[in-house]
Nanobody
Framework: QVQLVESGGGLVQAGGSLRLSCAASGGTFNRYHMGWFRQAPGKEREFAAAISFSGGTTSYTDSVKGRFTVSRDNAKNTVYLQMNSLKPEDTAVYYC???????????????????WGQGTQVTVSS
């Protein structure tokens, strides 16, 4: 059973930065595509970013392109989300997820992910 644990969330002013981490255990991390999703109050959980199992390919939703960077360290079984130029609309609970049957064309779909972390709160004040 794969466990994912996110950390690094917090309260930041608009324009600031945060770096989220997601540590994986119990599985074969370097075989999983990894995704970051976020859920704002009263809204659906939505795709934010993803990285392929090798780290060679990334994908971002339009609203975070140029501000967020996803990366991974397979030696540490950890995926990161560097968030810069944060905006109040980025406020959400951020979840990492693992796609144990990696299919890159489905990387934006919540239902294609097998394992989920518990989430970490990011709050951006104006």
């Amino acid at each position: 059973q794969v466990q994912l644990v996110e950390s690094g969330g917090g309260l930041v002013q608009a324009g600031g930065s945060l770096r989220l981490s997601c540590a994986a255990s119990g599985g074969t991390f370097n075989r999983y595509h990894m995704g970051w999703f976020r859920q704002a109050p009263g809204k659906e959980r939505e795709f934010a970013a993803a990285i392929s199992f090798s780290g060679g390919t990334t994908s971002y939703t339009d609203s975070v392109k140029g501000r967020f960077t996803v990366s991974r360290d397979n030696a540490k079984n950890t995926v990161y989300l560097q968030m810069n130029s944060l905006k109040p609309e980025d406020t959400a609970v951020y979840y990492c997820a693992a796609q144990s049957r990696p299919v890159w064309t489905t990387i934006t779909r919540k239902t294609s992910y097998t394992y989920w972390g518990q989430g970490t709160q990011v709050t951006v004040s104006s």
